[in-house]
């Protein structure tokens, strides 16, 4: 039998300020935790000449898949002037079995993911505006509701641009800002004045960036042509990368707490571009998405992109939490998170087949609050 309270509907006043202070309290003890995470998770930053890396920690030390050769795929970016993303396929056993996830010891990135290709697509179709029409950043005529979106991919693929792709797995979105930066900005390779641009993929797991990540950047700068169809040295495209593409293997919180000291990351902790596919699949990583956007976007400037499932069903996942993970920090009153500034977010586009989950593309930005 159901029993229902009306005893508080004549407050309802009373009862929104208590849920603003219970958000602010949620908010304040999952930041804290947060930061103490910061301060005691290991992550291992290398770049494409790395030949092996140090595991993260004991456990995942012990998970040890069986990989096999690798298939080449690519993926259409449905349009005619973008060239397709290519990619490899590890052949692989994980742990006796073939599984999706493991939390904590596997997160998925031997796998495409649906939200990748997404991510993909769209970030492909902004880099054609900006390069194959006269459209200006402000132009109001032309796809108001992308004009923040536009701005930081064009600056995200300019010289000085910075890019981060979170989650990243086979990092086939950070692979196209990384191909089409270095495609419109070879000529600064040996300018030792000019400020470069970088794109750093992280992911929780570091063989996946050896027998993935790595390879996906190497293959997708590798015969690049200039817009006038002429070839880009391939000695001048390695020292590019190995000078524009970071691979961090981890815990993100311990790249959080290197973004902004460590030397071989050319950033001041805040990034033009925030990329990140498949990430939101359970309330936890909602919440450490949300809280690396807070602490890494650049402030008015930078986007983040999240490419998403609207919903990750039995473990919690999807659009909504990640909405109410954003709500939740904008509420808190935790250092080092300033009342100056709040995310912004906002679904962008939707994917609805009719017959599948529904995949949603959210943007989040750090705007300072006005006055």
Same mark, same amino acid.
């Given at each position: 039998?159901?029993?229902?309270?009306?005893?508080?509907?004549?407050?309802?006043?009373?009862?929104?300020?208590?849920?603003?202070?219970?958000?602010?309290?949620?908010? #304040?003890?999952?930041?804290?935790?947060?930061?103490?995470?910061?301060?005691?998770?290991?992550?291992?930053?290398?770049?494409?000449?790395?030949?092996?890396?140090?595991?993260?920690?004991?456990?995942?030390?012990?998970?040890?898949?069986?990989?096999?050769?690798?298939? /080449?795929?690519?993926?259409?970016?449905?349009?005619?002037?973008?060239?397709?993303?290519?990619?490899?396929?590890?052949?692989?056993?994980?742990?006796?079995?073939?599984?999706?996830?493991?939390?904590?010891?596997?997160?998925?990135?031997?796998?495409?993911?649906?939200?990748?290709?997404?991510?993909?697509?769209?970030?492909?179709?902004?880099?054609?505006?900006?390069?194959?029409? %006269?459209?200006?950043?402000?132009?109001?005529?032309?796809?108001?509701?992308? %004009?923040?979106?536009?701005?930081?991919?064009?600056?995200?693929?300019?010289?000085?641009?910075?890019?981060?792709?979170?989650?990243?797995?086979?990092?086939?979105?950070?692979?196209?800002?990384?191909?089409?930066?270095?495609?419109?900005?070879?000529?600064?390779?040996?300018?030792?004045?000019?400020?470069?641009?970088?794109?750093?993929?992280?992911?929780?797991?570091?063989?996946?960036?050896?027998?993935?990540?790595?390879?996906?950047?190497?293959?997708?700068?590798?015969?690049?042509?200039?817009?006038?169809?002429?070839?880009? #040295?391939?000695?001048?495209?390695?020292?590019?990368?190995?000078?524009?593409?970071?691979?961090?293997?981890?815990?993100?919180?311990?790249?959080?707490?290197?973004?902004?000291?460590?030397?071989?990351?050319?950033? %001041?902790?805040?990034?033009?571009?925030?990329?990140?596919?498949?990430?939101?699949?359970?309330?936890?990583?909602?919440?450490?998405?949300?809280?690396?956007?807070?602490?890494?976007?650049?402030?008015?400037?930078?986007?983040?992109?999240?490419?998403?499932?609207?919903?990750?069903?039995?473990?919690?996942?999807?659009?909504?939490?990640?909405?109410?993970?954003?709500?939740?920090?904008?509420?808190?009153?935790?250092?080092?998170?300033?009342? /100056?500034? /709040?995310?912004?977010?906002?679904?962008?586009?939707?994917?609805?087949?009719?017959?599948?989950?529904?995949? #949603?593309?959210?943007?989040?930005?750090?705007?300072?609050?006005?006055?």
């Amino acid at each position: 039998m159901f029993k229902f309270d009306f005893s508080a509907a004549d407050d309802s006043s009373s009862n929104r300020l208590e849920s603003a202070q219970n958000s602010s309290n949620d908010g #304040d003890a999952t930041i804290n935790k947060l930061l103490r995470r910061c301060e005691t998770s290991k992550c291992t930053i290398v770049n494409v000449s790395a030949q092996s890396l140090p595991s993260t920690s004991d456990v995942i030390n012990e998970f040890e898949p069986k990989l096999g050769f690798h298939r /080449q795929e690519t993926v259409d970016l449905l349009s005619t002037t973008v060239d397709p993303v290519r990619y490899v396929i590890p052949r692989h056993t994980l742990s006796d079995s073939t599984t999706d996830l493991i939390p904590g010891v596997y997160e998925g990135g031997l796998k495409v993911w649906e939200c990748s290709v997404d991510l993909c697509r769209f970030l492909a179709s902004i880099i054609e505006k900006t390069r194959h029409t %006269d459209m200006e950043i402000d132009d109001e005529e032309e796809t108001p509701d992308l %004009d923040s979106v536009t701005h930081a991919v064009k600056l995200s693929i300019s010289q000085g641009g910075s890019t981060l792709e979170l989650g990243c797995g086979h990092g086939l979105p950070g692979c196209l800002i990384l191909r089409e930066n270095i495609r419109d900005n070879m000529q600064c390779v040996n300018d030792t004045s000019s400020q470069s641009s970088i794109v750093v993929f992280a992911d929780f797991n570091d063989f996946v960036l050896q027998h993935a990540t790595i390879h996906n950047a190497q293959i997708n700068v590798s015969g690049l042509q200039r817009s006038d169809g002429s070839s880009i #040295d391939e000695y001048s495209t390695a020292r590019t990368l190995l000078k524009q593409a970071v691979f961090v293997g981890g815990d993100w919180m311990g790249l959080s707490a290197k973004l902004t000291s460590e030397s071989s990351i050319k950033s %001041d902790g805040r990034f033009d571009l925030i990329l990140a596919a498949e990430t939101t699949y359970t309330t936890e990583s909602c919440n450490d998405t949300a809280f690396l956007m807070a602490k890494h976007l650049k402030i008015d400037t930078g986007v983040g992109l999240i490419a998403t499932k609207r919903f990750y069903f039995g473990v919690g996942g999807g659009s909504d939490m990640l909405f109410e993970a954003v709500k939740m920090f904008n509420s808190s009153n935790a250092a080092p998170f300033s009342k /100056q500034q /709040q995310l912004v977010i906002r679904t962008i586009k939707s994917y609805d087949t009719g017959n599948a989950n529904i995949r #949603d593309l959210i943007e989040i930005q750090l705007l300072s609050r006005r006055k």
